[in-house]
């Protein structure tokens, strides 16, 4: 009789569970919103012909510490795993464009290579508001890009018209919530959420980074949001919203 009278209802610890995360979450979006708001996050993406493709990646890891050296702001590098196979992702960070410029004029920043046959660049910013509201820190704490861990960059372009990342950010508010609280994996948490500023992607173009403890990570974490009923549902709207979708898999170069 005892012991009944100490144990609790299921329900009940499944209710106090969802409390306390609710309150730890709170705590760490007061403390992540007195942070600096980062200025602008640049994606380039190198397209390697596809018989140069292994020693590029291999030059880039061995050239990886001089990059981070000369750019304070270079956050790292990835090979595609599934998607645009022959490409390589840059992702770093600037406080404004004089910065940028600053950073583009260091001698030994980059290094030529014959297999590299066109290079792209985007400038994003970083959705911190949306991202502090959950809990998450964004890029400020950077990529915890360790061997094995695989990236989700999942992109949408979105219809044209001011309102409408706007629109997207609340409705993905609401449903980031609910599948953070379902996804009980503990294999993936969101790095950022960016929307375009300017470059080769698309005006309301928004992209989602994801860290999975591994591929297969990736897949159980999304198996264990589909309890997540506030998540689809916001999936849903947000597919209105969408012109087109795409996600790769991504594994850090290091």
């Known amino acids: ?103 583009e004029a260091t001698e030994g920043l980059r290094f030529f290579h014959q297999g590299v046959q066109s290079l792209e660049s985007s400038v994003f910013k970083e959705a911190s508001a949306t991202l502090n509201e959950a809990g998450l820190p964004g890029l400020q704490d950077g990529l915890d890009a360790v061997q094995g861990c695989a990236f989700e960059l999942r992109t949408y372009e979105l219809q044209l018209g001011y309102d409408t990342v706007p629109n997207f950010l609340e409705i993905y508010s609401g449903g980031l919530k609910d599948k953070m609280e379902h996804d009980d994996s503990g294999e993936s948490r969101l790095i950022s959420l960016l929307h375009s500023e300017a470059g080769v992607a698309p005006l309301n173009t928004v992209i989602e980074l994801w860290r999975h403890e591994s591929a297969q990570g990736a897949q159980r974490s999304r198996l264990a949001s589909r309890k997540a009923t506030s998540w689809r549902r916001a999936v849903n709207h947000i597919a209105e919203l969408s012109t087109r979708f795409e996600t790769q898999l991504l594994r850090p170069i290091l």
């Open 1 to 103: 009789a005892a012991l009944q009278h100490n144990l609790l209802p299921l329900s009940h610890c499944t209710t106090h569970n969802q409390m306390l995360l609710r309150r730890t979450t709170a705590a760490a979006a007061r403390r992540i919103s007195q942070r600096r708001h980062l200025g602008y996050v640049e994606l380039e993406r190198d397209v390697v012909a596809p018989q140069h493709l292994a020693e590029y990646r291999a030059m880039l890891a061995a050239h990886a510490p001089t990059r981070h050296k000369l750019d304070k702001g270079y956050l790292g590098s990835f090979g595609v795993d599934v998607g645009r196979a022959s490409s390589v992702y840059h992702l770093s960070v600037f406080e404004d464009y004089d910065e940028r410029d600053a950073r």
